[in-house]
């Protein structure tokens, strides 16, 4: 069997409306943790109507959960008042993580064609097979990355930005 790879797709499509299909499918590949669709319009701007992530709301239940059993204690507004915090530090979390992931997706789509949309998957992946012939089965062409060197060229745009914004100020 095959090592699992970290990966991230880039799956380009002249057609938007395939792009929206394969996204519908990109879920289910095995080792799918997050998929989005970017399109940019004919008239430059970049829109991103579909988005996805494995598990997305976990995090906000979870510590809502705990904050309300801590809260028992309480009472009925310790309850109350533990369900609300807990609620608002896990959306907090999830909010920074879809803001990274965010990012992200900006650094990747500097070279989209106008009237062109782009699929980005993030994967464990063991064999590369389910995600080319995705590609290839809608007209989309396909470029593979590692997911560690992806971040670290999200970072490096970040700081980039960071140090751009604090010479302007």
């Known amino acids: 069997m095959a090592d699992e790879t970290h990966s991230m ?9 395939a792009a929206h299909v394969a996204f519908g499918e990109a ?3 095995p080792g799918a943790r997050q998929a989005a669709v970017l399109r940019r319009s004919a008239e430059g701007l970049l829109d991103t109507p579909e988005s996805w992530v494995r ?5 906000t239940v979870a510590t809502g959960i705990v904050g309300g059993l801590l809260g028992l204690f309480g ?7 533990g369900w609300t915090a807990g609620t608002v530090l896990g959306g907090a ?18 070279d989209l064609a106008e009237g062109h949309a782009m699929l ?15 590609a290839a089965r809608h007209g989309g062409t ?8 992806v971040a670290a060229e ?5 700081r980039a930005a960071e140090q751009t914004r604090s010479a302007e100020d």
């Open 9 to 17: 797709l880039f799956i380009t499509f002249g057609d938007p409306v």
């Open 27 to 29: 879920k289910e590949l």
């Open 55 to 59: 598990g997305a709301g976990a995090p």
């Open 75 to 81: 009472g009925p507004v310790g309850v109350l008042l």
């Open 93 to 110: 979390a999830e909010l920074r993580q879809f803001q990274d992931g965010a990012e992200g997706l900006l650094v990747y789509s500097r």
């Open 120 to 134: 980005i998957v993030e994967l464990h992946e063991r064999q590369p097979e389910p995600a080319d012939e995705l």
């Open 142 to 149: 396909l470029l593979r990355r590692p997911a560690a060197e």
């Open 154 to 158: 999200v970072r490096a745009a970040e």
